[in-house]
């Protein structure tokens, strides 16, 4: 079973635009991961944030974390073609090794 | 891409079949994760392998088995196939066993006819 849901289930915005994916989860957690996938292949790790962190940049994502709503939020800025893909996030629990994945987000960044 | 390695990329099998999947490490990485995606869905954790020992197993059955090699390479063997295995299995490796991030390879797209 997954760990929790991703809104929207499908985002297509134009070139240029600021696509933004929300995540929430049902349990305490260690950290929170972002990957990427394209067309049904292997998964891409994007960014890690810890349960202690608020936010996290890297290059034109930013991750948020809210511990106390129990979501988090991928900001993907001034987005080109190739951010076309499926972004999923995972969680860690509090103790174990495997990640959960929800069940992602499809986004289509029109040119 | 990361240096995570996966065969057979396809697989076609017949329900009832026996199947292998195999995977490669990244160099340095002493733990590997299976997991398995239904078209249209996330990623669901079927166990994981932690210097050759088992570390973890999520909600599968016992015809999923594994084995993890002393080089930290990996298998994962379905017996008496079911039309419901078809996915697209992922391996994952990562350095130690500290929830940190996870090397995913390409996938074995496996078919049950």
């Known amino acids: 079973s997954q760990q929790g849901e991703e809104d929207p289930q499908a985002l297509s915005i134009q070139e240029g635009e600021n696509a933004t994916m929300n995540c929430s989860y049902k349990t305490s957690i260690n950290n929170l991961q972002w990957y990427r996938q394209n067309s049904g292949r292997g998964l891409v790790h994007l960014i890690l944030i810890r349960s202690n962190e608020r936010e996290k940049h890297s290059g034109r994502l930013r991750v948020t974390l809210d511990t106390s709503k129990k979501s988090s939020s991928l900001l993907i800025t001034a987005s080109r073609a190739a951010d076309t893909a499926s972004y999923f996030c995972?969680?860690?629990?509090?103790?174990?090794?495997?990640?959960?994945f929800g069940q992602g987000t499809r986004l289509t960044i029109n040119p | 891409e990361t240096g995570v390695t996966q065969s057979p990329t396809h697989l076609i099998k017949t329900r009832g079949q026996q199947v292998t999947l195999r995977c490669s490490s990244q160099?340095?990485?002493?733990?590997v994760s299976w997991y398995q995606q239904a078209l249209g869905q996330g990623p669901q954790f079927i166990f994981q392998y932690y210097r050759e020992e088992e570390n973890g197993r999520g909600n599968f059955p016992p015809r999923f088995s594994g084995l993890q090699f002393p080089n930290y390479s990996s298998e994962l063997n379905v017996n008496a196939l079911e039309l419901d295995d078809s996915a697209l299995y992922l391996c994952?490796?990562?350095?130690?066993?500290?929830?940190?991030?996870?090397?995913f390879g390409p996938g074995t797209r496996l078919t049950v006819l």
């Open positions: 160099s340095g990485h002493n733990t």
């Open positions: 995972a969680t860690v629990g509090q103790g174990a090794q495997k990640l959960v």
């Open positions: 994952a490796s990562s350095l130690e066993l500290a929830g940190v991030e996870q090397f």
